[in-house]
């Protein structure tokens, strides 16, 4: 049966190759997507071989390209491949992409997902010339049901000049409702308050509207998305993931956490993903969850009536619960909402609800500096994400990592970052194997402290403390042996007797 209920625009159906013809060198293409959901499967493709063959005829053809976040292979991989992208925002976990990128071959901006929206509306990123947006159905009445990801697809259908629909059958119809589309956003000076006060509100329209005058091509897919395994958790994992359930008991404990905690935000990656596997069999309920992706953790902590609402703007799930979903939609939509991610992410919503953000890093400083995007300081690894528009306005802030990186060569604890993304001021929790740094209310030497003595792993422990001694008695540069500071003994002055003095 098909997906298309308007017989208006079903006149507009036509092959992938026909509608990526309509796309031209240099224009700006708002494509949807998000963290390998919701994207277009099968234009981007056909663009990517119209673009090997002009480039093999000694034409010029790229493209700029708008997503939400990450896409998948059929997407950022093959455009990327054939060097077809000029200028790729916001975030992007494609490999062959990412290669381009760090060779400078392709211009990145990597910019708060939450600011994608208003930014593509303040008009310095230019016009929008055509969005190919990724929908799970067309209504009768022209409206679009929205498929696995929202992203920016609100803003490309309104800014773009002209529109591509693919419509998926391999996403579930059962999708239609559980989204959540707010059309009250605007341009200063006309902002209003955002009536979000709980994260089950729904706040918007459950469709997307579409210009159907603007709607130039249609074409139908049935393919997955690119949904990928989780690592089932490891022991560093399972000790990251431990370490922050005891954080969130002495929390309650004292009485600074509801039983229920607050909404929960969990970025990428599969540790965050573990640490909700902990929650499975933690002493919380009625948890909700205020993010930016549903991951499979999501899925367990819902299975299991531990939690009660998940909102977001994408699926980011192993192709084994994304079956699960697909099978019993009807059910978990009643537990799910997508949103635009300008509304997911937005800091006065975080800030309001006071979010409990959990996010990944690359390295942090013994001050709580964090770096999540770029390794050894100059080659990006994805982009901030979500990341920055958490932290900043979250009601704790938690970053976890490994305390190693590349078995065991390299301390995710150093005593610079070499790159900064979250300042220390925005980083109040920070999370290894090896123990939890509660740094709310601390100094700057404090921080250090608390950080090597409970994140760093202990071979490195050593050499970080030998850093801040002589950082603070000004001797760098000179020989000295590694023995263990002031820094650790301050901070088992503090663990004993809780004198904080430094
Ligand atoms: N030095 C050198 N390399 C490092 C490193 C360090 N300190 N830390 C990690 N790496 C390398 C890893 O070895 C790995 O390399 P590989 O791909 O060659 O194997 C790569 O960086 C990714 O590390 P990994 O541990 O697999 O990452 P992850 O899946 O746990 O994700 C981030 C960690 C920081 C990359 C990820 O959380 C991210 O992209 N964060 C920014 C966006 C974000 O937070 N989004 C969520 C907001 S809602």
Redo the contacts with the bound molecule.
Sequence with gaps: MSRIANAALRAKLMSARDAAALVENGMTLGLSGFTGSGYPKAVPLALAERIEAAHAAGQPFRVKVWTGASTGPELDGALAKADGIEFRLPYNSDPIAREKINRGEMNYFDMHLSQVAPMAWQGFLGPLDVAVVEVSGIRADGSLIPSSSIGNNKTWLDRAAKVILEVNRWQSPELEGMHDIYYGTALPPNRVPIPLTRPHDRIGEAYLRCDPAKIVAIVETDAPDRNLPYAAPDATAGAIAGHLIEFFRHEVAKGRLPPSLLPL?S?????TNAVLSGLLDAPFSNLTSF???IQDGMIDLIDAGKLLLASATAFSVSPQAAEKLNADMARYRDRMILRPQEISNHPELVRRLGCVAM?????ADIYGNVN??H??GSRI???????GD?ARNAFISIFM??ST??GGA?S?IVPQASHVDHIAQDVQVVVTEQGLADLRGLSPKQRAATIIANCAHPDYRPALEDYVRRARTGSYGQQSPSLPGEALSWHQRFMDTGDMRA
Excluded: C
Aim: hydrophobic share 40%; net charge negative.
């Design positions: 935000q970025g990428v990656g599969n540790i993010t930016e992706v996010n990944g890093l690359i390295e999540s995007t390794i050894m690894q994805n982009g901030i994400g979500g990341s958490f990592t490994p990186a590349k390299i995710a």
